[in-house]
């Protein structure tokens, strides 16, 4: 008998592969092609590091462990195209923990995604049944590695009920939290000054609706802690006690069919009222007296009989430092009730619609927009997101002054295949330029109104500070997207309303550096669904210095603070003082290798030696303590996972986040 020669798999093509129905028995591959004959396995991938949530019931599992750095690619569309989604992860079986994902980037709604990876470290790759058990071929491509322009780290929250709607400051800190709530309790994860997100969760009494549609946070009685906006069926408030440690359930009996919801201060008499997109129904308002009365109003900020109003955002477009108002429409067809409203604030209490007369009325379909100074020339210009391709696909509209010109041609959103509900705007790498999230990719901003398209893992969701290193998070259901990005510049700019709204809500806040002037409108609600944070962030690129930052508040009160340290906040008080946070020049922590299994190795600029190191687990919990006599941490004894490692260093703190295999 003749024996049996070797088969080396990726090397003749596409092969059936053997058993993998669980992480335990994942079939190791290398750079190749396979087929997976269907999605049936036993242990349904967890946690989810794709888009597109729960609902998956099967799985099949592979293993792949590099022999040298790569940027890998994951493709599913080489054969049959079959709706299929990928979760990649490092650590033990029992606990894993993300790498990269994707859901439908591929062509007809197949798996693409690109990450890097170190050598001889293992990883786990997993596919599930979310959209289909059918079977189909994918291939694993080793390239040269590539930095990525964006980087983001998973951090699962502890579980709890509700989802991810939030981040923003709920305890008056000025440091971003995450929010999740149900109709019966408040999930808040605090973050913490040295670093951590701890968890409560504070029962409530049953609110008549929940936000199915979409949420608003701002300080509503004037207490200095934020209160919650839920539009669903109906408007329910739910409002922070004297210390935040309670919140009393406020709901309204008026029938809204509830679609964007913004706290805004619409008469600009110092409180916050609340803003509500109708869907079929003239919009809604109520307006706040400082005492606790609210009174509804209806009609008079979009006013379409049938509705229509989808996605509202209150900005100042016109540079007269009071707060104006555009509503993106989602229906499609001709009618008046479908063409997207400007309304201008008249500053004296009325307003006037002026979508047409500067070339914003069409009926191009679309749930929000994003809006923000894309060009860094002093004012506000915006995208128009396509929700479908019914009525034209995305639009870049450029703020020329006297009207807006469309500049799509040639910017990237052209090209840009996606749709969505939701499209916000904020610097995700620091280099001082917006850039858009939406439609599945993360565009980043050219500096010349052109956009290149990435894609990222995390999608649209909450966005906020929430580890305080300067960096935009982003928050999905119970995952925090850690920005991982470092080397550029940053500064915050908190606000502390003392004739204005004590947020700040409807201020512009202006810096200058060496690079030129930065904007920001501090506004409750963007996109279309989330609460994102109420605090200014400016990435500086390369620029030292913030020569100066101005607040130009509701109240026409002008504040000016002058040669401001990089790399820390600022914390303005209205007209009556200003304080500085001590910025923190980086001092970076170095822990490896990363994953680690016995032995994390440290290093830093400046010596280790006799600091005390803590590890906290994704709750914020220490689990080890020591001081360092060498610069080397024995995590042998704790379970595999996601963990950060602090270093306190004479007072001050160094932060760093590894994966115990």
């Not at 291939?139 to 322009?149: A, D, G, N, Q, Y």
């Not at 802690?225 to 919140?247: E, H, K, V």
């Not at 703020?399 to 910017?411: A, E, P």
């Not at 919990?621 to 602090?646: K, N």
């Amino acid at each position: 008998m003749k024996p049996l020669l070797p088969i080396t798999i990726g090397l003749l093509g596409a092969l059936p592969t053997l058993a993998q129905d669980n992480c335990a028995t994942a079939l190791p591959i290398t750079a190749g092609t396979y087929v997976v004959s269907a999605v049936n396995g036993t242990q349904v991938p967890t946690p989810i590091c794709a888009q597109n949530g729960a609902g998956a019931t099967a799985g099949e599992w592979y293993s792949y462990t590099p022999t040298a750095s790569y940027t890998v690619a994951i493709n599913t569309a080489v054969g049959a195209l079959t709706d299929s989604r990928v979760h990649v992860y490092l650590g033990g079986c029992g606990a894993l923990a993300c790498v990269a994902g994707d859901d439908d980037s591929g062509v007809n709604n197949t798996a693409f995604l690109t990450f890097n990876v170190a050598a001889s470290f293992t990883y786990i790759i997993a596919f599930d049944n979310r959209w289909s058990s059918n079977g189909f071929t994918f291939s694993l491509t080793e390239s040269p590695i590539v930095i990525p322009v964006f980087s983001f780290s998973p951090l699962t929250l502890p579980a709890a009920s509700g989802s991810g709607q939030a981040a923003v400051d709920m305890n008056g800190d000025h440091l971003d939290d995450v929010v999740r709530v149900t109709d019966l309790q408040i999930t808040i994860n605090h973050q913490q000054a040295g670093g951590g997100l701890v968890q409560t969760t504070f029962p409530t009494d049953t609110a008549d609706t929940t936000p199915y549609w979409s949420m608003a946070a701002g300080d509503l009685d004037g207490n200095g802690y934020n209160d919650l906006l839920y539009a669903g069926g109906s408007a329910t408030f739910m409002l922070a006690n004297a210390d935040a440690t309670a919140y009393i359930e406020n709901s309204q009996t008026e029938w809204i069919f509830c679609q964007r919801s913004n706290y805004v201060d619409i008469n600009n008499d110092g409180h916050l009222d609340a803003f509500i997109c109708h869907d079929v129904e003239p919009n809604v308002y109520y307006l706040n007296d400082g005492q606790g009365n609210l009174t509804y109003y209806q009609g008079g900020l979009g006013d379409t009989p049938d509705g229509g109003n989808y996605g509202s955002i209150w900005i100042d477009y016109d540079n007269d430092h009071d707060v104006d108002l555009f509503i993106a429409k989602c229906r499609g067809g001709v009618g008046p009730a479908n063409i997207d409203q400007l309304h201008r604030n008249n500053g004296d209490g009325t307003w006037t619609e002026v979508a047409a007369q500067m070339n914003l009325a069409d009926n191009q379909q679309s749930w929000s927009s994003a809006w923000g100074d894309f060009d860094n020339d002093g004012d506000m210009d915006l995208v128009q997101g396509a929700s479908s391709f019914t009525n034209g696909g995305h639009k870049l509209m450029r703020n020329d002054g006297s009207t807006f010109t469309n500049v799509t041609v040639g910017s990237g959103f052209d090209v840009h295949g996606g749709t969505s509900i939701e499209w916000i705007t904020h610097d995700f790498d620091n280099d001082g330029w917006l850039d858009v999230l939406g439609g599945g990719k993360l565009l980043r901003n050219n500096g010349d109104m052109t956009f290149t398209m990435h894609t990222v893992t995390p999608t649209n969701g909450p966005v906020g500070d929430l580890d305080n290193d300067g960096y935009l998070d982003i928050v999905n259901g119970s995952t925090v997207h850690v920005n991982a990005l470092t080397g550029n510049n940053w500064l915050k700019v908190t606000l502390e309303g003392t004739v204005s709204n004590t947020n700040g809500i409807g201020a512009r806040v202006e810096i200058i550096t060496a690079s030129g002037t930065q904007i920001r409108d501090i506004r409750s609600g963007d996109g279309f669904r989330y609460m994102s944070t109420l605090n200014a962030h400016f990435g500086l690129g390369q620029d030292s210095e913030v020569d100066q930052v101005t607040v130009h508040w509701p109240s026409g009160i002008v504040d000016v603070i002058n040669a401001v340290a990089v790399n820390g906040a600022v914390h303005v008080i209205e007209g009556l003082s200003t304080a500085v946070e001590e910025p923190l020049r980086p001092i970076l922590l170095n822990a490896y290798p990363n994953p680690a299994e016995t032995i994390l190795y440290l290093s830093s600029e400046t010596p280790l030696r006799n600091a005390t190191a803590t590890v906290l687990n994704t709750a914020g919990q220490p689990v080890l303590r020591t001081v360092l006599h060498e610069p080397t941490v024995d995590i042998a004894g704790i379970a595999p996972g996601v963990y950060m490692i602090q270093v306190d260093q004479e007072g001050r703190l160094l932060q760093e986040r590894f994966v115990k295999r």
